[in-house]
């Protein structure tokens, strides 16, 4: 019988990872680090690389905050259960590494860079795909969505009124990066699981 202690203890594990985020990402906003961990092209250039990674924990203003954060635990609530807070939060560490590394290996025209939507992107898609067989109808009808997102924001622009809603202009290149990043851990894990199955069955 599980009691409401450790239904709490339950609550609290899958749920801190994302309040941390949050919270980490609030920090950086209040001590106004954003031009000191933001993602910028001739500085990394010039030796600073965590800026490939730190860019996607700054913002441009609270509301911008505001609205990665409110992704953030939405994605987190479609995720889990059925699974797991650590791999969500690995998988989201590595596609904010992944955007980073994306804009600088391809989109040499973006100098600077901030937010965590085009992680999100990728967490999201990710998950959906380690998931698909669980829930085969929600999920395909939520990568649908995104994926029609997605062609819109690369062939027409950002989404009408999401630059006013986020305080400045929206990189959506990073969305694609990010969704890209998420289609690469899944398949990755994938291969990995597959090749350990072989490995396991063999005599």
């Not at 987190?76 to 955007?99: E, F, G, N, S």
């Amino acid at each position: 019988m599980v009691t409401q202690k450790q239904t709490l203890r339950r609550t609290l594990i899958i749920w801190s990872p994302p309040l941390l985020f949050v919270m980490l990402c609030g920090l950086f906003q209040l001590l106004d680090w954003t031009l000191l961990l933001r993602y910028q092209r001739d500085l990394i250039e010039a030796g600073q690389f965590w800026r490939l990674l730190s860019g996607n924990f700054v913002h441009l203003g609270w509301s911008h905050w505001l609205l990665n954060s409110f992704g953030l635990v939405l994605v987190w609530a479609l995720l889990v259960p059925p699974l797991r807070a650590l791999w969500i939060t690995v998988v989201l560490l590595i596609c904010c590494l992944l955007v980073g590394m994306g804009l600088y290996l391809f989109s040499p025209n973006v100098g600077w860079y901030v937010g965590l939507s085009g992680a999100l992107h990728g967490l999201l898609i990710a998950g959906l795909l380690q998931q698909l067989r669980q829930q085969p109808g929600f999920t395909l009808l939520v990568l649908a969505v995104v994926t029609g997102k997605l062609i819109w924001e690369q062939t027409v622009g950002p989404l009408p009124g999401s630059e006013h809603s986020s305080g400045g202009p929206v990189v959506v290149v990073a969305h694609a990066y990010g969704a890209i990043a998420g289609v690469m851990v899944a398949l990755t894990q994938q291969i990995v699981f597959f090749t350990r199955s072989k490995i396991c069955s063999s005599p």
